[in-house]
Each structure stands twice: as structure tokens, then as C-alpha cells.
């Protein structure tokens, strides 16, 4: 079946304007999750939902960030004002339920010039 | 703090040869500890490990469980170019988000 997909896989924006990034989850899957990932390191942490609320969202580094998953399935992580420092790769993960493996999108890359 | 190591960071060796992958963690709430295989951008699933000792194997990789000493190991027989990727650690706390180390990088040469 189709996995994870994320769009788009690119984006380039410029600092100070606002990006969406969206994330389509495994059919069926009640668990979702958005990390990011910088050059080097591993991916890190940055909210999940279970259904549609966001059920922890305490790696969110400042309140330029926010994600939104209003009928239980795509979800959106929104980024304004952003900064060169915003750059890396955004994956989002989905899993049949919480405590269950987690499958991974592809990832977004995003560059702030 | 919880926090997943991960050893080697990098590691370069020759098709045929065997490695082995270290990960060892400090976690306030363990549930599971889970390796990933990162080749380009999708992290990809290999095992998830809950118990202690208990092997788990898939065609030439298997990982197993150490609980008491807080660690992991991912072996890989009979390596393969296809192989190279960098190999990610996780610590599933409390069933949440996934902490993560920083992966070894494997490059193998044919």
C-alpha cells in the first residue's frame, strides 16, 4: 500500500515569509508525528497527534511553529517568520498506533536564504 | 536527560565483511528501542526490540536487547554496497515521540 508522502520535497523560501508543509499519513493510521532532522544528527522531536489533537507538542522550538491535523488524517506543520536557522529536512512519521513502529515520509527540505 | 550514543559515528569497510553497530541509551521511561536505515531522506524500519536477549533477525541483519546494561547492537553479516546508509538508534519514551542518536554512517567498498 502507499506509504508516508510529504509535499513538497523542496522548498526554498526566504527569510521572514511563512511555509506549510503538508503530510499524508498511512490510511488508518491514528498516530502522527513531525520531526526535523539537521545535517549530521538525527531526526528531533517536534509534536504528534493522536487522532486530531495534538497530543504533545513540546518539542516545538518557539511559536513561529504550529501543526494542524483537523479531520484526523493530513496534517500541516506551519513555520512563519522563518529563519535561516529553520532550515533542515521535516519528516513526518504515522504509526497504526502510539507505541507502534513508526514509517516515515520522505521529508521535506527546506532552505531559508 | 534522555539521551540515545551512538558508535561508531562513521565506519568504512570492504564487501563480505561483518559490523557491528552500537547504541546505548539513558531513558526515564523505556518502552522499546527501535533501528532505523537511513539511505537518502525516509528513515526506513528495521526492528523494534522490548525484551531482553531475545535476537531478532531479518536475511543478514539482526539486532538484540540488553535491558540491565542499557544497550543495543545491530549486526550485519556478509556486507553489501547496498548496505551503505547511515543507521539510526531510537528510544521509544513512553510510547511518544522517538528520542534519537546521531546514527553511524556505514560506507561499504567493493
Known amino acids: 500500500g502507499a506509504g508516508v508522502s510529504q509535499t513538497p520535497s523542496n522548498k526554498v523560501t526566504e527569510k521572514g515569509k511563512y511555509v506549510e508543509l503538508r503530510c499524508d499519513p498511512i490510511s488508518g493510521h491514528t498516530a502522527l508525528y513531525w520531526y526535523r532532522q539537521s545535517l549530521g544528527q538525527g531526526p528531533e522531536f517536534l509534536i504528534y497527534?493522536?487522532?486530531?489533537?495534538?497530543?504533545?507538542d513540546s518539542g516545538l522550538p518557539n511559536d513561529r511553529f504550529f501543526a494542524v491535523r483537523p479531520e484526523g488524517s493530513v496534517s500541516t506543520l506551519k513555520i512563519q517568520r522563518t529563519e535561516r536557522g529553520d532550515s533542515a529536512v521535516y519528516l513526518c512519521a504515522s504509526s497504526p498506533k502510539l507505541g507502534g513502529e513508526q514509517y516515515f515520509g520522505p521529508g521535506t527540505r527546506l532552505t531559508v536564504t | 536527560e534522555d539521551k540515545v550514543v551512538q558508535s561508531p559515528l562513521s565506519l568504512v569497510v570492504h564487501e563480505g565483511d561483518t559490523v557491528t553497530l552500537n547504541c546505548s541509551y539513558e531513558v526515564t521511561n523505556f518502552r522499546s528501542l527501535l533501528w532505523y536505515k537511513q539511505e537518502k531522506k525516509a528513515p526506513t524500519f528495521l526492528f523494534m526490540l522490548?525484551?531482553?536477549?531475545i535476537e531478532k533477525k531479518s536475511g543478514r541483519l539482526s539486532s538484540i536487547l540488553d535491558k540491565k546494561e542499557l544497550f543495543s547492537i545491530l549486526n550485519i553479516t556478509a556486507t553489501q554496497t547496498g548496505d551503505s546508509a547511515v543507521y539510526l538508534c531510537a528510544n521509544d519514551q513512553a510510547g511518544t515521540a522517538l528520542i534519537f542518536g546521531k546514527g553511524t554512517t556505514l560506507s561499504v567498498s567493493s
Open positions: 497527534f493522536q487522532g486530531t489533537g495534538a497530543a504533545d
Open positions: 522490548t525484551s531482553s536477549g
